[in-house]
C-alpha cells in the first residue's frame, strides 16, 4: 500500500531533551516536506527537500533540523525542543509538482 | 504571509445543500492544490488545478482558477454529513526551478454538514 508513516504518532518530552520524528514513504518521491500545525495558524512548512542531500528552509524552520541521505526518508531533529514547539507535524511527499501524500500527523508535547 | 486565505473562515449547511468555499492568493502559480482534513488527521488530497486550467470536476467536487483575480473556488454539490471536514488550499508558486513543490497553505475552511 502507497504511504507515508511517521513515528512516533504522539510524544510528550520535556524541554531540551533532543527527539526525532522519523518519516518514510514507498511511492519512489522525489519531494518531502515537513508541516506544523497550530490552531488559528494552518500548515506551516518547517523544511523540505527537492531530492537525496537537497534540502531548503520553509518558513518556520528555527529550532529544527533535517537530513535526507535515502529518498524514502526524511527525519525531523529537535535538537533542544521547547514549549513552543508543542504542535501537530505532518509528513508529506509528492512527485514533481503533483499531489502531496501527507502522513497521519505526530502530536508533540514539550513541557 | 499566507499565499493562500479561504473564505468563509467555518460553513454550516444542511446536508443535500451546496458548499462553496473560496481561496485567494497573491503571488503567480504553477498549480492550486485543495485538501480535505478530518478532525486532527493527515490531509487528504482533492483535487489540483494548473495555472492554465480553469475548471475541475471530480465526482460532486467541482474547482474553478482564476489567474486574472489570484483566486479559486471549490464547489461541493449535495453535501453529506460525511463531508464535515476542514478544507484548505495549498497554491504552488511559480518562483522558478528551484523551489518547485513548495506548497503554501491558507488557513482552512470547516465544513459542517448537518444531517
Known amino acids: 500500500e502507497a504511504q507515508v508513516t511517521q513515528n512516533p504518532r504522539y510524544l510528550i518530552t520535556v524541554t531540551g531533551k533532543k527527539l526525532t520524528v522519523t518519516c518514510s514513504q514507498n511511492?519512489?518521491?522525489?519531494?518531502m516536506s515537513w508541516y506544523r500545525q497550530d490552531p488559528g495558524l494552518g500548515l506551516r512548512q518547517i523544511y523540505y527537500s527537492m531530492n537525496v542531500e537537497v534540502t531548503d528552509k520553509g518558513d518556520v524552520p528555527e529550532g529544527y533540523k533535517v537530513s535526507r541521505k535515502e529518498k524514502r526518508n526524511f527525519p525531523l531533529i529537535l535538537e533542544s525542543p521547547s514549549p513552543n514547539q508543542t504542535s501537530l507535524y505532518f509528513c508529506?511527499?509528492?512527485?514533481?509538482?503533483?499531489?502531496?501524500?501527507f502522513g497521519p500527523g505526530t502530536r508533540l508535547t514539550v513541557l | 504571509s499566507q499565499q493562500g486565505e479561504e473564505d468563509p473562515q467555518a460553513l454550516s449547511i444542511q446536508e443535500g445543500e451546496n458548499a462553496t468555499m473560496n481561496c485567494s492568493y497573491k503571488?503567480?502559480?504553477?498549480?492550486l492544490q485543495w485538501y480535505r482534513q478530518n478532525s486532527g488527521r493527515g490531509l487528504v488530497h482533492l483535487i489540483l488545478?494548473?495555472?492554465?486550467?480553469r475548471e475541475k470536476h471530480s465526482g460532486r467536487l467541482r474547482v474553478t482558477l482564476d489567474t486574472s483575480k489570484k483566486s479559486s473556488s471549490l464547489l461541493i454539490t449535495a453535501s453529506r454529513a460525511a463531508d464535515t471536514a476542514s478544507y484548505f488550499c495549498?497554491?504552488?508558486?511559480?518562483?522558478?526551478?528551484?523551489?518547485?513543490?513548495?506548497?503554501?497553505f491558507g488557513q482552512g475552511t470547516i465544513l459542517t454538514v448537518h444531517p
Open positions: 495549498a497554491t504552488d508558486a511559480d518562483a522558478g526551478g528551484t523551489s518547485y513543490g513548495k506548497l503554501t
Open positions: 503571488t503567480s502559480i504553477n498549480n
Open positions: 508529506a511527499s509528492s512527485f514533481y509538482r503533483t499531489e502531496q501524500f
Open positions: 488545478i494548473r495555472s492554465n486550467e
Open positions: 511511492m519512489n518521491h522525489e519531494y
